[in-house]
Nanobody, 123 residues
Framework: QLQACGGGLVQAGGSLRLSCAVS????????MAWFRQAPGKEREIVGG????????GTTDSVKGRFTVSRDVAKNTLYLQMNSLKPEDTAVYYC??????????????????WGQGTLVTVSS
């Protein structure tokens, strides 16, 4: 199971750090990712880390502002979000899957999802 937290209301230009605690299994056996879904829009990939620890980066819209990391000892995935913009407002979800050879940017590649945490960025 995945438990995401850390969302909230922040002004544009501010920062937040989201956490996703993995309660079953070890994080270094899962491909992990962050997705988000803004009101009225489809879910989109934000970024992620493969089970091996290889960070495949972030989507272009957040590149240079968001960073995905993990703490194996704490079995937790993080999303550090800096220079937030109103268009970053969305529900953020963490996702996990134990399969190795999958397309890590696709939602269908993940069998486990957290409950989502809302991030609201005011202008």
């Amino acid at each position: 199971q995945l438990q995401a937290c850390g969302g909230g209301l922040v002004q544009a230009g501010g920062s937040l750090r989201l956490s996703c605690a993995v309660s079953e299994g070890r994080i270094n056996t899962y491909n992990m990712a962050w997705f988000r879904q803004a009101p009225g829009k489809e879910r989109e990939i934000v970024g992620g880390i493969r089970w091996s620890g290889s960070n495949w980066g972030t989507t272009d819209s957040v590149k240079g502002r968001f960073t995905v990391s993990r703490d194996v000892a704490k079995n937790t995935l993080y999303l550090q979000m800096n220079s937030l913009k109103p268009e970053d407002t969305a529900v953020y979800y963490c996702a996990a899957d134990g399969r190795r050879s999958v397309a890590v940017t696709l939602g269908q590649s993940y069998g486990y999802w957290g409950q989502g945490t809302l991030v609201t960025v005011s202008s």
